[in-house]
């Protein structure tokens, strides 16, 4: 059994398994408000599931006012096709265990039953504001954490601006919110090169598709759909992952890379492209910033000041070359003072400074230099990627008119994420796709006014969100913290106390590494406060639990579904379709009754959803009430404008929305803030392998299941009865292990249970656990009711290393040892 202490699980965990939960009807109808629809007898309501990133156009179908299910609806960008988690919807909207009142913990933190009382909403909305107040002014909104699910994959993507609304507006700087390990990469590390984020891909005209560390198969329904038709159309693939996903099987050239070693690949693909000079020279030259010279002193950009005493800072220059000159480039236009000449890309040579000579080099010459430390044979033995592969993998994509690519959780979640990241971006950049045709597209069809309240957090609270001055480039610019420095400063009260947690639907102790630890501190929490559809294993630690509304009880507004650059233009607000249940409120009504209690109306748009969402629809000539008369959504006018190379009114490029307008090979951000400029590796970077730990470790998602949620609906449990772990054939015969077998995962901080299964094709030395698995099995298997939490992956991971920049951790890059289980 698990090397962990007896768990004692809450009075609702048993997964009702084998029992689907279909409401019943009631003949005659059921009159209930919904506060905006009356429903009697069967009807069919234009909606979209949010259950996770695809937000999949559908039709809810009520009958007598209760959800009976939801179908395609194909006329919707992105209502081609339902998963089994969305059809599930009934039985979680009715699952018996919903939580339906606000409840009151009436038992000591630690035993064995919580005492769960059902309270009003008035009661726990006062308290809970008092509580806010209170620590606010006696300590500083900052010793109030809150803690927010991803909208990537729950049903908190309705209400996430308001919630982010109210943080702000209350004042304090820590959220945790799981960037790091999710969307900070694609999101937030990708604009240190392209000043965007990685964008949408143009799969309707793409020449070729790279999917990079992304399963869409398994997590984003309507993208496999676009995916699909782009290969119909003749789109070639190229799939970098070291399982073999469906994709993988299809694709053109399947790269089977070992977990966290991809910053080796991308710089050994960028080596051929760059050294057979198969990559777009006219793009880089105009809109990369390869050309401009770096002073090998200290690493800066040369500048005009450098040249001359009366020179201005801000000048910088490239070079036409061997026997050339320099030539001066003003970032604030955009473009070089050059007449016809080109600058050359890859040069280095001496300039003479104030200071004497200095050594200068282009940016792609060093990102080149960087680049040849891995020739084919050298990422073979990094990566186990043959030679031959990554030759065919370089061959398609120089080939390609035009690339689009994804890359996501398989390169996100590593000790090396911000630079892997921005190693793609450059080889991605080089290619010459990025803001064209057939490429990734930055940006929507249309501007819409962010809401989340980015303006309302004063600089003051800002500099104090934890983990900020270890990572100043990092998540908590934006406010949101990891989940490790937030256990920390509640336990040990550095740098200051955590006294109160409020959380939205997260659950940290299967979700985030380091249980122990997590267990330790939200015992030791002043007040925590949980709202939810259910009562995970976080939330039996808080003192109130407020019952949260499924987005099928709740209104939601949806600007661009981003399957595809045309989804993009579709603007679309959800009624609810079903009236809440029980007392369930959307976690917009409690921040909005928060913020009542605790005088921020003003800041929360007078406490009126409406007049917030027109404000965030103001500039597209579209308003709510319009949104309203057309459940079905709205199509802007227009193809998604690509933003980056249109001509400002000066007559210069726009740009990029990087310090130097360009794309950003060498990134003197980083340099500044300590970090590496150029996104070179060595054998340090890694997690270093472990003895006695062969294996190395990551986890996969399954169609089943987001994240920690799901084992409980009886339809979907059927699907995945248990947690797996996949194994290479080889790998488990060497173990004696076959299929079905029940396993320990050991790894040098903890362990988990799984059942083995052999996976022909996954890369040998990889294994994929699935993380989230918190609730009980059935009788006889190694997490029964006792040890519910046996089966959580994430338990076992380490977080002594870091990516230094973000703060990801290695949740597909650990090592570990399988042993076949006596059970
Ligand atoms: S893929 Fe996601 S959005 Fe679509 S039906 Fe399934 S859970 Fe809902």
Redesign the pocket.
């Known amino acids: 059994m698990s090397s962990r202490g007896p768990y004692t699980p809450g009075p609702k965990l048993r997964p009702r398994v084998g029992q689907p939960q279909v409401p019943p009807i009631h003949d005659g109808g059921d009159r209930r408000s919904t506060g905006r629809l009356q429903m009697v007898g069967a009807q069919k309501i234009a909606a979209?599931?949010?259950?996770?990133?695809?937000?999949?156009g559908?039709v809810a179908v009520v009958e007598h006012g209760r959800l009976r299910g939801?179908e395609p609806l194909p006329d919707h960008p992105?209502g081609q096709?339902?998963?089994?988690?969305?059809?599930a919807?009934p039985e979680l909207v009715y699952h018996p265990d919903r939580v339906t009142r606000p409840l009151r913990r009436t038992q000591p933190k630690g035993a064995a039953d919580p005492g769960w009382t059902p309270i009003g909403w008035d009661e726990a909305l006062a308290e809970i504001a008092a509580r806010l107040s209170d620590i606010r002014a006696a300590h500083g909104a900052e010793q109030v954490a809150f803690s927010v699910t991803t909208p990537s994959g729950s049903h908190i993507s309705d209400s996430i601006s308001w919630i982010e609304r109210f943080i702000r507006a209350y004042g304090s700087p820590n959220t945790i919110y799981g960037t790091e390990i999710c969307n900070w990469h694609k999101d937030y590390a990708s604009r240190f090169t392209y000043g965007h984020d990685i964008g949408t891909p143009d799969f309707a005209n793409t020449g070729c598709i790279v999917l990079w560390g992304n399963n869409p198969a398994a997590t984003?329904?309507?993208r496999q759909v676009e995916i699909q038709k782009g290969l119909k159309r003749g789109a070639r693939l190229v799939v970098i992952d070291p399982r073999p996903t469906a994709l993988a099987k299809r694709a053109t050239q399947w790269l089977r890379v070992r977990p966290g070693t991809d910053q080796a690949v991308a710089l050994g693909l960028a080596n051929l492209l760059i050294s057979s000079g198969r990559f777009d020279r006219a793009f880089a030259a105009t809109w990369t910033n390869a050309s401009l010279l770096v002073r090998a002193d200290t690493g800066r950009f040369l500048r005009e000041s450098d040249l001359r005493a009366d020179g201005r800072t801000e000048i910088l220059f490239s070079h036409t070359g061997d026997g050339g000159d320099l030539l001066p480039f003003d970032p604030a236009r955009g473009s070089w003072d050059s007449g016809s000449t080109t600058p050359v890309l890859r040069w280095q040579g001496t300039v003479q400074t104030l200071s004497g000579p200095v050594l200068c080099h282009t940016a792609l010459e060093l990102f080149a230099r960087a680049a040849a430390e891995f020739p084919p044979e050298r990422v073979a033995e990094v990566s186990g990627i043959e030679p031959a592969d990554l030759a065919k993998a370089a061959d398609i994509i120089a080939g390609a008119p035009s690339v689009s690519y994804y890359a996501w959780n398989g390169v996100g979640q590593s000790v090396t994420a911000t630079q892997t990241d921005r190693a793609i971006s450059i080889l991605y950049a080089l290619t010459g796709s990025y803001g064209r045709k057939g490429g990734n597209v930055p940006g929507g069809a249309a501007s819409f006014v962010d809401i989340s309240g980015q303006d309302l957090l004063p600089t003051t609270q800002r500099d104090k969100a934890l983990g900020l001055a270890e990572r100043p480039l990092g998540p908590g610019l934006q406010g949101w913290v990891t989940a490790r420095d937030v256990y920390k400063a509640v336990l040990a009260k550095a740098p200051y106390p955590v006294r109160m947690l409020m959380s939205f639907g997260t659950n940290l102790l299967v979700s985030q590494p380091d249980t122990e630890t997590a267990r330790k501190a939200l015992s030791a929490l002043e007040f925590h406060v949980h709202a939810d559809f259910f009562v995970n294993a976080t939330a039996r630690y808080a003192d109130i639990i407020l019952p949260a509304a499924t987005s099928w009880e709740r209104e939601g507004l949806r600007t661009g579904f981003d399957g595809s650059l045309e989804g993009l233009r579709h603007v679309q607000l959800r009624p609810p379709v079903i009236a809440p249940v029980g007392e369930a409120r959307s976690d917009t009504d409690i921040v909005m009754g928060l913020a009542a209690r605790l005088g921020l109306g003003d800041r929360m748009f007078d406490l009126d959803a409406d007049r917030g969402h027109d404000t965030a629809l103001a500039r597209t000539g579209l308003t709510v009430e319009r949104l309203r008369r057309s459940p079905e959504g709205i199509v802007v006018e227009g193809a998604v404008p690509v933003d980056a190379q249109a001509i400002a009114q000066d007559g210069h490029p726009r740009g990029y929305p990087t310090a130097t307008r360009k794309i950003e090979i060498y990134s003197e951000r980083l340099l500044l803030a300590g970090y590496r400029p150029i996104p070179d590796l060595d054998a340090g970077d890694l997690v270093p392998a472990e003895p006695g730990y062969p294996l190395r470790l990551g986890s996969a998602k399954s169609v089943a299941y987001?994240h920690s949620q799901h084992r409980n609906i009886a339809s979907l449990r059927r699907l995945v009865p248990d947690p797996i772990v996949e194994i290479a054939p080889a790998d488990a015969a060497a173990r004696s292990i076959a299929q079905g077998d029940w396993v320990r995962i050991r790894t040098p901080t903890g362990d988990a249970v799984a059942r083995a299964a052999l996976v022909p094709g996954l890369a040998s030395g990889a294994v994929f656990g699935q993380h989230g698995w918190w609730v009980d099995g059935a009788d006889g298997t190694p997490y029964d009711r006792t040890h519910p939490l046996a089966a959580n992956l994430n338990g076992a991971i380490g977080t002594e290393r870091a990516d230094p920049v973000s703060g990801s951790i290695p949740l597909r890059c650990s090592w570990c040892e399988i042993e076949k289980m006596a059970h």
């Open positions: 979209f599931c949010t259950q996770c990133r695809s937000r999949c559908c939801i992105t096709a339902l998963c089994p988690k969305g059809r919807a984003w329904l309507a987001c």
